[in-house]
């Protein structure tokens, strides 16, 4: 038995490999309810919003949940891209049993005032259901909820600062919360400007160990000179003692003085020497065995070009307690590494999305998004049994219903193909494959009503940060029957196929640059990802609709982006 266990220990991998959720995953908070890790990220225009992951080994993720599935509870439409749900908070209060989730819903960063609106819902079973969102307020973002000892609670959060002559973005405020009447108490007071002078303060954490209150921020913008600092207090008001070692996790491990600057991307901070780029934003989890974990945000950029395609991703970092009380990277550094130990729990494989989707369950896949509304408002798998039947509504430049059904691209190195049975009438009626950033920055390979050819035909459609290009020399008249798409992402370049058997693929339309899809590139959107998936518009009624057999997403997760 001790042979085949040294066997079994010898085939194991103990290391976690970075980034832990791929692709459009920001923002990342962790909380422990006995055995079970979860993590929340951030979701913008996204529904279903806030996606919950969840692991017992902290190497091994599922996606779980989402924790926003009512649109009309939560109202996204309307809003431009990179506006909607910001950095949620989850946390988990052991004395009531009950899980939390702050978020706040970012509305407007018009001249830069920042509109949002702070919500707090609770569960006692983290897939629901949850409670009626309560408002809190509207004084800044990335709020979130600490539950002291003694019962009491506090919400911190950025405090905006749009005023002349005062530095910017702001500093972080606290406010008690009272979960008697569900609303805080008083006006919020500044607390803390930050541990370093990177400026760009926001994500505050509060968090309690032994006689110490302890803040954990991210500073430096959520770009290249992103990073993780921490102060502590014998005082929840303060006054918070810097970390002497400030920054404790960064890509940029440099000093800079930036508080004059309140542009968050600063490409200048590039580091060379690391994969993982713009490391900040994060939160820990002590482990019933003594060992400290931290996830935090990151990105893996196309070079030169610093564009990130898959957006902002999450990380994850072993992290150790100092003798005198101060959490630090278990290797003694404070740059974030790609490769992680693995923390001495029994491993626990979870259940993986698969690359093929036949639509046969009756269920939606938890993998499927859609902008500003809830998939299954447009999607319906039970009408025609192993199909997704997709109702056409606006068309892919609204910000009010638009029907793609997506999921995260999780690699430049991926396929994607579908199966697609659709007759269009009119030439407002259109259907196909799409690859999405915003509602500014797409490609669509589209099925459709060709006026000129006088029925069904083939052809592009490019949107790049908002100039749209009918590709009509791509224009192909194809027959009304089964036909199979198909998205080739191969690194810096991507294209498209078309095929009537699934067999001899046709190339259609020539190269597209992969690295335009990306917070650096797209003017009219930032903060999310790269999204892949199928459409349907129905510009004339928005009731025509495309039968869809199947959605592949095949994708080398184990290549890098500069591969």
């Not at 089964?482 to 009537?500: A, N, Q, T």
Request: hydrophobic residues 30%.
């Amino acid at each position: 038995m001790l042979e085949n266990n040294q066997d079994i220990l010898k085939g194991r991998n103990f290391m976690i490999q970075n980034p832990i959720f791929k692709g459009f995953n920001p923002d990342p908070c962790i909380c422990r309810k006995n055995d079970d890790y979860y993590v929340a990220v951030s979701s913008f225009e996204w529904f279903p919003g806030i996606p919950i992951y969840h692991s017992k080994d902290l190497k091994n993720w599922e996606l779980y949940t989402h924790v926003l599935t009512d649109d009309s509870k939560v109202e996204l439409r309307k809003l431009p891209s990179a506006k909607g749900i910001w950095a949620p908070c989850l946390t988990y209060c052991e004395p009531e049993d009950l899980f939390y989730v702050v978020y706040g819903v970012m509305n407007s960063m018009n001249a830069r005032y920042f509109d949002v609106d702070n919500f707090v819902i609770t569960a006692k079973d983290i897939k629901g259901p949850w409670s009626e969102p309560v408002y809190l307020n509207s004084a800044g973002f990335d709020a979130s909820m600490f539950h002291d000892d003694d019962g009491k609670k506090y919400l911190v959060s950025l405090e905006w600062e749009t005023r002349e002559g005062y530095e910017k973005p702001g500093e972080i405020c606290m406010v008690e919360y009272s979960p008697e009447t569900k609303s805080v108490i008083g006006y919020p007071k500044r607390i803390w400007r930050g541990g370093t002078d990177r400026g760009c303060i926001e994500a505050p954490h509060l968090t309690k160990r032994g006689e110490y209150y302890y803040i954990m921020c991210a500073e430096g913008g959520t770009g290249y000179n992103h990073c993780v600092t921490m102060g502590r207090s014998k005082n929840v008001w303060g006054p918070y003692e810097k970390d002497p070692m400030n920054p404790i996790v960064t890509s940029q491990p440099g000093e800079s003085y930036e508080r004059h600057d309140p542009d968050h991307l600063k490409p200048k901070y590039f580091n060379p020497d690391s994969i993982l780029q713009k490391s900040g934003h994060a939160s820990y989890v002590d482990l019933p065995n003594g060992e400290t974990y931290l996830v935090h945000l990151c990105s893996r950029p196309f070079v030169p070009e610093l564009h990130c395609t898959l957006g902002r991703e999450t990380g994850i970092q072993k992290m150790t307690w100092t003798e005198d009380g101060w959490l630090r990277m278990a290797d003694g550094g404070n740059l974030a590494k790609m490769e992680v130990q693995e923390p001495s729990l029994p491993e626990v494989p979870m259940p993986q999305i698969p690359d093929f989707d036949d639509f046969d369950s009756g269920e939606l896949g938890l993998q499927y998004y859609a902008p500003r509304i809830m998939p299954e408002s447009f999607a319906d798998v039970k009408v025609r049994p192993g199909y997704v039947r997709i109702r056409g509504q606006e068309s892919r430049t609204s910000l009010n219903r638009v029907s793609i059904l997506a999921r995260k691209l999780t690699s430049v190195y991926a396929t994607v193909t579908t199966k697609m049975e659709y007759k269009p009438e009119v030439y407002q009626h259109s259907a196909g494959l799409i690859i999405y950033y915003d509602n500014m920055n797409y490609v669509n390979l589209r099925k459709y009503y060709s006026q000129t050819l006088g029925g069904s035909a083939l052809s592009i459609i490019h949107l790049e940060n908002g100039e749209k290009t009918e590709m009509l020399d791509t224009r192909v008249a194809v027959n009304d029957e089964p036909i199979y798409f198909r998205l080739k992402v191969e690194g810096r370049k991507f294209h498209f196929e078309w095929s009537y058997d699934g067999e001899a693929y046709t190339p259609i339309g020539g190269d597209f640059e992969t690295s335009k899809f990306s917070d650096e590139y797209c003017k009219y959107g930032e903060f999310t990802g790269t999204f892949v998936g199928i459409t349907c518009a129905d510009r004339a009624m928005h009731r025509h609709y495309a039968d869809f057999d199947f959605f592949e997403y095949k994708a080398d997760e184990g290549r890098q982006v500069n591969d």
